[in-house]
């Protein structure tokens, strides 16, 4: 049994071995190996039963440049408290000059000495306060300073509490991690502790091995029941597998994707889908705007949508106000997806319909970031063009969509959208939280959308989710903030296709 455990070691746990009688500072100087390889090879040793390794952090702390200078000369306080002297006033002008102190070292010293109690000021003045016995006996902070080099470990109550004082002041003290390793012998180390072993054995075979081979050597021996370390290989993130999954159900129920920009202007955020200029949403809590100017499109288009805007079109009234071109014009980080739809719908022949449209992209909005809210974050948008298409075709289509993300819980709920009528918002059960999670709007497009983008009305069946709450529900994921931290155990961890398939 013990020559088949001495036939499984490696070359360096053989020279290890050999110096196991020495102390562990001993072994790199009798090995001339790396701190970290006699670390791996401890350790390798260790789980062979030939000894315990133990490791143990201590921070030490040794004086700093200033430090050193306080230790010889008396630290900031202690010299402005042997300038002062009971019931006569220093003046603050003249304190600098009595106590042979900087203009920092003063402000510190007064800081330190007030929150002490030792002295108040009044009038321009510093009052001595505490009693002879208090200014004689030693402050804890001069203490500690006495007993460097020391460990923290060491300290008392009363001296750590003057250790985060002296902390966060400049170059008193440095501290360091230290590591010390020690190591207990096993009975089996014991036995072959010190002991010659053949320290040359083949770990691997080469071609080079095969060509000179003459059968001198001896091969090292593997245990194959060990446990071994997990091999990771790559993958992708979690919120790209699910965008692609997303992709994947448009597109096999027959949409095709939109692409644009990040960057767009107002005209196509917001006024092609008859949000009025001044409309609430539009304003600095909701939008980030941009210092650019983007150029208008077509003629024709912009005074389709000036005229739904001044006067209304199709039969309404519009909003009556005087709408602003140089407005439109304004840059902004997208809001919502809609401003894809908005495009696609103004570059439309309308001979070639029905047809059907999606986007999956991030947009982005002011908002208080907590556990459903972000700054940024990923929407799913939709738009069908059919002159047969009817509300329940809408709410059709985002059933079949839900139904295939994994979702079973969801509910329509009536609302309202300056773009949409009639709207409504769609709601998930979070079983995570315990409540109904609102993950977007949906309506169909006002006649002054339709006929602003197309030319003429047609039922514009159309939708803008939140995909992140999605991905949250589909991984079990309880906070969107984690969705982006990087964190490479969670992203491992996460399964393929999400939870919910």
């Not at 109550?157 to 966060?168: D, I, N, R, T, Y």
């Not at 965008?243 to 994947?248: F, G």
């Not at 969801?410 to 059960?429: A, C, G, L, R």
């Amino acid at each position: 049994m013990k020559n088949a455990l001495i036939a499984t070691l490696s070359t360096h746990e053989r020279a290890l071995l050999t110096h196991l009688t020495k102390p562990y500072e001993a072994l790199k100087e009798a090995t001339k190996l790396e701190d970290a390889t006699i670390v791996k090879t401890l350790l390798s040793l260790e789980t062979k039963g030939f000894l315990t390794l133990s490791t143990t952090k201590t921070m030490h702390i040794t004086t700093g440049v200033n430090g050193i200078r306080y230790a010889r000369t008396g630290l900031p306080e202690r010299k402005l408290l042997s300038a002062l002297k009971p019931h006569h006033p220093l003046p603050i002008s003249e304190a600098q000059k009595a106590s042979g102190l900087s203009e920092n070292e003063l402000k510190v010293a007064l800081g330190i000495l007030k929150g002490k109690a030792f002295i108040s000021l009044d009038q321009g003045a510093i009052l001595l306060t505490a009693s002879p016995a208090e200014c004689i006996k030693k402050t804890f902070e001069e203490q500690l300073l006495e007993k460097l080099p020391t460990t923290k470990e060491s300290l008392s109550p009363e001296m750590l509490h003057a250790l985060q004082a002296v902390q966060k002041r400049k170059d008193i003290i440095e501290m360091q991690e230290k590591t010390e390793r020690t190591y207990t012998l096993t009975q089996l180390g014991k036995e072959l502790a010190g002991t010659k072993i053949e320290s040359e054995v083949l770990e691997e075979v080469t071609p080079e091995l095969i060509r000179n081979w003459q059968g001198a050597k001896q091969f090292r021996a593997y245990d194959l029941s060990l446990p071994v370390a997990p091999i990771i290989g790559g993958k992708k993130h979690f919120v790209t597998e699910a965008i692609e999954k997303a992709v994947r159900i448009w597109t096999d129920m027959g949409f095709t994707e939109m692409t644009g920009t990040l960057i767009d202007s107002e005209f196509w955020v917001f006024d092609a889908l008859y949000t009025p200029q001044d409309h609430p949403g539009r304003e600095m809590q909701d939008t980030f705007f941009l210092p650019l100017q983007f150029p208008l499109p077509e003629t024709k288009l912009v005074k389709r949508v000036q005229q739904a805007h001044e006067q209304g079109i199709g039969g309404s009234t519009g909003w009556q106000y005087t709408w602003s071109a140089k407005k439109a014009q304004q840059g902004v980080l997208r809001t919502h997806t809609t401003s894809l739809s908005a495009r696609t719908l103004a570059s439309l022949d309308s001979t070639k319909l029905p047809a059907k449209y999606f986007a999956i992209g991030k947009v982005f909005r002011n908002e208080t970031v907590d556990w459903s809210h972000g700054f940024e974050f990923y929407q799913t948008e939709g738009i069908v063009v059919d002159e047969r298409a009817t509300f329940r075709h809408l709410l059709g289509y985002l059933t079949e969509f839900y139904k295939k993300m994994g979702f079973e819980k969801i509910k329509f709920v009536p609302s309202f959208f300056p773009y949409t009528e009639p709207s409504v918002e769609i709601h998930v059960w979070h079983q995570g939280k315990k409540q109904w999670l609102e993950l977007g709007g949906a309506g169909i497009f006002r006649p002054e959308v339709s006929i602003a983008l197309l030319g003429k009305p047609i039922p514009i069946l159309a939708w803008g989710q939140g995909f992140d709450r999605i991905i949250m529900d589909a991984y079990k994921i309880t906070d969107l903030r984690d969705m982006y931290r990087n964190n490479l155990k969670q992203m491992r961890a996460m399964p393929r296709g999400g939870n919910n398939g």
